[in-house]
């Protein structure tokens, strides 16, 4: 079991975000848990439609959630509100 329990959250707004900023945060913090961007399919290009959805709103609003937690990393990308995508792995 992991000892690596936190919640960490961000919203983007007002000019948006770029999704490679945001496709380096979740490469980082899956660095720090041991894992690699690779280890989560889908999630550079939930990111990439979480900014576009924004950008096209003229909301431009993006949110990435992790939480990690009894072994688990949840992933939650939102746009302006709205879930674009979501997952959970194991922390190795």
Do not use: K, Y
Request: net charge negative; charged share 10%; proline share 2%.
């Amino acid at each position: 079991m992991s000892t690596h329990d936190f919640f960490f959250a961000l919203e983007f707004s007002s000019q948006g975000v770029s999704a490679t900023l945001l496709d380096d945060l979740a490469s980082h913090v899956l660095g720090h848990l041991g894992s690699s961007s690779s280890a989560v399919p889908g999630l550079a290009e939930a990111l990439q439609t979480a900014v576009a959805e924004g950008a096209a709103a003229g909301a431009h609003r993006c949110d990435v959630q992790f939480r990690a937690t009894n072994g688990a990393l949840d992933i939650l990308v939102s746009s302006n509100g709205g879930r674009v995508w979501q997952t959970s792995l194991a922390i190795p």
